[in-house]
Antibody
């Protein structure tokens, strides 16, 4: 399994952004893939997961409405995008394959197994 | 966002064993066997070391082991090596309707 993320980005507040994660070496359509944020000097926060086979997408309540996660199964690539960046979006963003558990809330990730190298997003005026 | 509680730092000498704790509640660690541990070197991506409390992914050294007692999960590293120096994060599934997944704040392991 290999996940290759797009390169570092420097943006201004209010700008839009879409970063990518291309998957190799496993069945992209049949496995959940997710995004995890790490703010400077801080810990890990899960943002959301997507099942590329049917585009079923689950968001962390903390990130619902703040980002949009998508996938293009024809090129085995997952994305996360922002419509209007804020300075507080400055962070490293990791994609990772995920195992998910189904409960009354739908699918919830229970582990993040293989990780991309990370994409540094800097938002500054 | 509420987090699982980990010690900020632990240390040990080469060859020793160390344990990192991860304390939650009966809504997460205590009631579900979905605790994971991640190792992160400085400026590198995290790596899954333990999942489902005790399971090691293929390729992870058997010096790493996981366990749980009540609301506290633990990661034990035996035969400590210099290369084990890193940050370690725990995570747990939670039944909370507003959280879903919790991460610990991370523990810095120093090999003396």
């Amino acid at each position: 399994v290999q996940l290759v993320q797009s390169g570092a980005e420097v943006k201004k507040p209010g700008e839009s952004l879409k970063i990518s994660c291309e998957a190799f070496g496993y069945s992209f359509v049949n496995n959940w893939i997710g995004w995890v944020r790490q703010m400077p000097g801080k810990g890990l926060e899960w943002m959301g997961i997507i099942y590329p086979g049917d585009s079923d997408t689950r968001y962390s309540p903390s990130f619902q409405g703040q980002v949009s996660i998508s996938a293009d199964k024809s090129i085995s690539t997952a994305y996360v995008q922002w419509s209007s960046l804020k300075a507080s979006d400055t962070a490293i963003y990791y994609c990772a394959t995920a195992r998910a558990h189904y409960d009354e809330r739908g699918y919830v990730p229970v582990s993040f197994d293989d990780w991309g190298q990370g994409t540094l997003v800097t938002v500054s005026s | 966002q509420s987090a699982l509680t980990q010690p900020a730092s632990v240390s040990g000498s080469p060859g020793q064993s160390i344990t990192i704790s991860c304390t939650g509640t009966s809504s997460d660690v205590g009631d579900y066997n979905y605790v994971s541990w991640y190792q992160q070197y400085a400026d590198k991506a995290p790596k899954l070391m333990i999942y489902d409390v005790t399971q090691r992914p293929s390729g992870v050294s058997d010096r790493f082991s996981g366990s749980k007692s009540g609301n506290t999960a633990s990661l034990t590293i035996s035969g400590l090596q210099a290369e084990d120096e890193a940050d370690y994060y725990c995570s747990s599934y939670t039944s909370s309707s507003t959280l879903h997944v919790l991460f610990g704040g991370g523990t810095k392991l120093t090999v003396l």
